[in-house]
């Protein structure tokens, strides 16, 4: 006879993957009356970056307000008449006014719920010590800045846990891991303990998986011709056992698509080295993972591993660098790539002579991208005689005033150079503050964590970590044996299904074969030397290669990949998000034979 903890069935939806994420995934999550648990991911380091700037003009804001005013509105009395607890981490760099915007609808609505808040992420009156005491960015080793605007350190689950014991019916965190929404329902409901690591790498799987909701559903997948009905997308619902293993589904009658492969693209996603996902509660181990598509709508994910996590966290802070602007203009014509380019050079080329005839400073950076040339593809482009482009100017300086004389130069190319110049009629671009994220690690012990339920606080105990294990080596796939029969090109995109993103300054390109048999193959012609030929063009670090035995995967990461990452970046793609897209057009020589398979 199973006991109940082996029948349990924990049910978890998840409504938002980012703060800007569609207002349907909330209500239709609880009007599923099919979760027990609704979770929010609202931040990511650019999101942060984008608080610490709001907080910086108006105080009392600094949270996903997104939350409170779309999400909550519409869907709290349900929630409260269902029973359904809400954990978020909403509260950004200020919680405290994410929970008191949230009291507000409550009194107004006649509600009360019991609304927990995590405290302790802010970890910014310390800087000056830690700058002091010599310690460096993670990723450049560069020294930590004078000013910063934030320093919030990345919490783990058990703080929300805590919250949920003592009763809590709505839990906002400020900066934690994205999973941790996640794992920590599932710690409070099967009782997991800080060493039940196998369980606990499979929580973190559970919440990886449906952190950027749609995701999970068919979104962003390799093959989206074979994803239905965009518009009513189903966002994800997991069933959750206290093995840690747990099923992945969406509401009835929504669109999406719930398949193995799109499951296996978001495992990848940003992961790193999958041997050693390093959270604060686990490292995870996701090699060996298995996925099983149980039937049309429902697929299983089981055999996440954990070892011991490190003793401390990852903090994630912002500066002020100075300041931005980008300014756009539409070419039409011949050769409007060509002239395009010409455009932003000679908007470069007035306003650095203004500049320099009122003696201020040159530009910091600068960059002119031409959308529609395939400027991100470099020497991989295939466009000849673009006939409609999009030029985008990108100018930073550390006066605001500076980038005004740039803002009002964009427009007067429409009538002094380029025949074909027009543009949608956006107006004059603005400077904005040019935040700048960066990273550190920091010691558990010097972050008190606690939990605040009105005027009770409660503090949460968190296991001091140490040196976290390296992950156990696995054999890489089996050699392939090189037929004798002629060889045939095609795109990588006959062979793998692939997810990219970013992690900071280094892309994480996730690569599944589609069929198990093709690993071997991919693993011959995709190697990392191939790879960092192909993005020679982007790419000035190292990169590195996974191997996933359990997906018949590989994971790449690309380091100093992406101009600086997020809102540091120039590109159009500061966040990687297209490279998987363009690795799959990469040629690949396979068995002629192989071919009439494909």
Request: glycine share 12%; proline share 8%; aromatic share 6%.
């Given at each position: 006879?199973?006991s109940?903890s082996?029948?349990?069935?924990v049910r ?10 569609s207002?349907v995934?909330?209500p239709q ?5 099919g ?8 931040l990511?380091?650019t ?14 804001m600094?949270y ?10 519409a ?8 029973g359904?607890?809400v954990?978020?981490?909403a509260?950004g760099?200020?919680?405290q006014?994410?929970a008191?915007?949230l ?8 509600l ?15 800087m000056?010590?830690?700058r002091?005491a ?13 000013k910063?605007?934030?320093?919030n ?5 058990l ?16 900066r ?6 996640t ?7 099967f009782?997991?303990?800080a ?8 929580g973190s ?16 997948h390799?093959?989206?011709q ?8 189903g966002?994800?619902?997991?069933h ?5 293993s ?12 719930i398949l193995?492969?799109a ?6 996603y940003?992961i790193g080295d ?8 686990v490292?995870?181990?996701?090699r ?5 598509q ?26 002020m ?5 980008a300014?756009?203009?539409v070419i039409?014509?011949?050769d ?26 040159d530009?910091?950076?600068?960059a002119v991208?031409?959308?529609g040339d ?31 004389i ?11 150079w ?10 004059r671009?603005?400077?904005?503050p040019?935040?700048?994220p960066f990273?550190?690690?920091?010691d ?16 949460v ?11 156990p ?10 037929p004798?029969?002629p060889?045939v090109?095609?795109p990588l995109?006959?062979?793998?299904w692939?997810?990219s993103?970013?992690?900071?300054n ?14 071997p193959?991919?693993?011959a012609?995709?190697t990392?030397?191939?790879v960092?030929r ?11 290669r996974?191997h ?14 992406l ?8 590109r159009?793609?500061?966040l990687g998000?297209?490279m998987g897209?363009?690795?799959l ?6 068995p ?6 494909l």
């Amino acid at each position: 006879m199973p006991s109940p903890s082996d029948t349990k069935i924990v049910r978890i939806g998840g409504a938002s993957g980012f703060w800007g994420d569609s207002m349907v995934g909330a209500p239709q999550l609880v009007n599923s009356g099919g979760i027990d648990y609704l979770v929010f991911d609202y931040l990511a380091e650019t999101t942060m970056a984008i608080l610490a700037a709001v907080r910086a003009r108006k105080p009392e804001m600094g949270y996903a307000t997104d939350f409170v005013d779309i999400a909550m509105k519409a869907v709290l009395p349900e929630v409260m008449k269902r029973g359904i607890k809400v954990v978020a981490n909403a509260g950004g760099i200020h919680p405290q006014g994410c929970a008191a915007a949230l009291q507000a609808l409550a009194d107004s609505l006649g509600l009360a719920p019991k609304i927990a808040v995590v405290e302790g992420d802010d970890v910014s009156a310390q800087m000056p010590a830690l700058r002091e005491a010599g310690t460096t960015d993670m990723f450049s080793a560069e020294p930590l800045p004078e000013k910063v605007l934030s320093a919030n350190a990345y919490l783990g689950a058990l703080p929300v846990a805590r919250a949920l014991a003592a009763g809590a019916d709505i839990v906002i965190t400020g900066r934690g891991v994205d999973s941790a929404v996640t794992l920590g329902p599932l710690i409070h409901e099967f009782g997991w303990s800080a060493e039940d690591y196998d369980a606990l790498a499979g929580g973190s799987l559970a919440g990886h998986i449906i952190e950027c909701g749609c995701q999970a559903t068919g979104g962003l997948h390799t093959d989206w011709q074979a994803v239905p009905d965009w518009a009513h997308i189903g966002y994800p619902i997991i069933h959750c056992r206290a093995d840690g293993s747990f099923d992945v589904t969406k509401p009835a009658g929504t669109g999406g698509a719930i398949l193995r492969a799109a499951i296996a693209e978001q495992l990848l996603y940003e992961i790193g080295d999958p041997g050693a996902y390093r959270l604060p509660d686990v490292c995870c181990d996701f090699r060996e993972v298995r996925i099983e598509q149980l039937d049309a709508e429902h697929v299983r994910v089981s055999g996440a591993r954990g070892r011991a996590p490190g003793g401390q966290y990852k903090v994630s802070a912002t500066q002020m660098t100075g300041w931005r602007c980008a300014g756009t203009m539409v070419i039409v014509g011949i050769d409007a790539a060509a002239k395009a380019r010409r455009t932003g050079e000679a908007i470069l080329e007035r306003t650095r002579g203004i500049l320099k005839g009122l003696g201020l400073p040159d530009y910091t950076r600068t960059a002119v991208t031409v959308l529609g040339d395939e400027t991100l593809y470099g020497p991989h482009a295939r466009t000849q005689g673009v006939r409609e482009a999009w030029m985008r100017v990108v100018a930073d300086h550390p006066m605001k005033a500076a980038l005004e004389i740039f803002a009002r130069e964009i427009a007067p190319s429409g009538t002094s150079w380029s025949p074909g110049t027009t543009g949608p009629g956006a107006g004059r671009p603005s400077p904005s503050p040019h935040i700048k994220p960066f990273a550190f690690l920091l010691d558990k012990a010097r972050v008190p964590v606690q939990v605040r339920i009105g005027d009770q606080v409660l503090a949460v105990e968190i296991p001091a970590g140490g040196q976290a294990s390296p992950a156990p080596a696995l054999p890489d796939p089996a050699a392939w044996a090189e037929p004798d029969e002629p060889q045939v090109l095609v795109p990588l995109v006959k062979l793998a299904w692939a997810r990219s993103g970013d992690k900071g300054n280094i892309a994480n390109i996730g690569l599944i074969a589609r069929r198990p048999e093709w690993l071997p193959l991919l693993w011959a012609r995709v190697t990392p030397e191939v790879v960092a030929r192909y993005f020679a063009h982007l790419v000035r670090g190292p990169v590195e290669r996974f191997h996933l035995p359990g997906l018949h995967a590989m994971n790449i990461l690309m380091h100093e990949a992406l101009d600086g990452g997020g809102p540091a970046s120039t590109r159009m793609d500061p966040l990687g998000k297209g490279m998987g897209q363009m690795l799959l057009d990469l040629p690949v020589a396979v068995p002629q034979s192989l071919v009439a398979t494909l």
